[in-house]
């Protein structure tokens, strides 16, 4: 098909062709669960609802089966992907999640939620608070996974995210912080490069490229096709009259130097500040970096100081 016969073209994630057809160009390999041959740490996938279809992997470090007796922090992770690709069963997504376990001693809820343009928002919103009522519902221990009614510490929860991730992470906990859950307490988030946005510009996002501009309000647009514009409090959080309800203790937001996002990473923790949220949130900037460079480069010495610093966030 010729360029003339496309709908959306959000390369190098997703074009969306004029007759319906969707393109992904990431985020589409898939690696089974499995034990890790060297932090031990064991993972398998479940369902979490059929109807609509979300599902999750979850993980467990070596040490929950060395001292099954000990409770660990649980997190719940939302991967990135503009909403619209990418899953946690991705080579990329699998391996960071196992390696945060493995590192920080945590059990892990890894997100399936439905993907655009097939779904469009709110339904990503929607599978991924499902998901965390699922997760809630065994903190009693007569939850339906076994994992989590042993292993989970659910005094001790945390959520985090990167890219629209790390936007379903925020939202989640402003509804949590309305809604409450019962026998849940949320202590932290942690926001990895943030997709916010906004139509009035921040930092220096006066000198941004107007074609960079359009493209993340049009994804976001795309993302979600009923949404008011790039003030929808959704993605920008400035304009959300229920920012101050957050629910949680604190956040740490992790921004790179190179992303066309930074700003607005920045600019979420002044306007927490300001909210009437009593919290405490600290910005991390990696130097000379771009957006989600972690996952693409995870060994590389930014991506592991920006592990330690979420690791010890965790701990």
């Not at 992997?57 to 991967?79: A, E, G, N, V, W």
Request: proline residues 7%; contains cysteine; hydrophobic residues 40%.
């Amino acid at each position: 098909m010729s360029n003339e016969d496309l709908a959306h073209d959000f390369s190098p994630m997703i074009k969306v062709y004029k007759d319906g057809r969707v393109e992904r160009l990431m985020g589409i390999e898939r690696v089974p669960p499995s034990t890790h041959p060297e932090n031990g740490v064991q993972s398998k996938d479940v369902v979490i609802s059929q109807e609509p279809a979300i599902s999750a992997r979850i993980y467990i470090p070596k040490t929950s089966t060395d001292s099954p007796q000990t409770k660990l922090p649980l997190l719940i992770y939302f991967h990135g992907g503009g909403f619209s690709v990418e899953s946690p069963f991705s080579p990329a997504y699998h391996s960071y999640v196992n390696t945060l376990v493995s590192e920080a001693n945590v059990v892990a809820v890894s997100v399936g939620y439905r993907l655009v343009p097939e779904h469009p928002l709110p339904a990503a919103y929607d599978d991924s608070w499902a998901a965390i009522k699922w997760v809630a519902s065994h903190f009693d221990g007569n939850g339906s996974e076994d994992w989590l009614n042993r292993f989970a510490d659910f005094q001790r929860v945390f959520f985090a995210g990167d890219s629209s991730g790390a936007n379903i992470t925020h939202n989640m906990a402003v509804k949590l912080g309305c809604e409450r859950l019962v026998g849940v307490k949320l202590v932290g988030i942690v926001l990895v490069h943030p997709f916010f946005w906004g139509t009035e510009p921040v930092g220096a996002e006066l000198t941004t490229p107007a074609a960079t501009k359009e493209y993340m309000a049009g994804v976001w647009r795309f993302a979600c096709p009923s949404t008011c514009g790039s003030d929808d409090p959704l993605i920008n959080p400035a304009k959300d009259p229920k920012l101050g309800e957050l629910g949680c203790e604190k956040v740490l937001v992790c921004v790179a130097e190179k992303d066309g996002l930074k700003d607005r990473g920045w600019h979420y923790s002044e306007i927490l500040k300001k909210s009437g949220w009593n919290g405490a949130v600290e910005v991390i900037e990696s130097k000379g970096e771009g957006h989600v460079f972690h996952l693409f480069n995870p060994i590389c010495d930014n991506a592991v100081a920006l592990k330690k610093k979420i690791v010890s966030f965790l701990n």
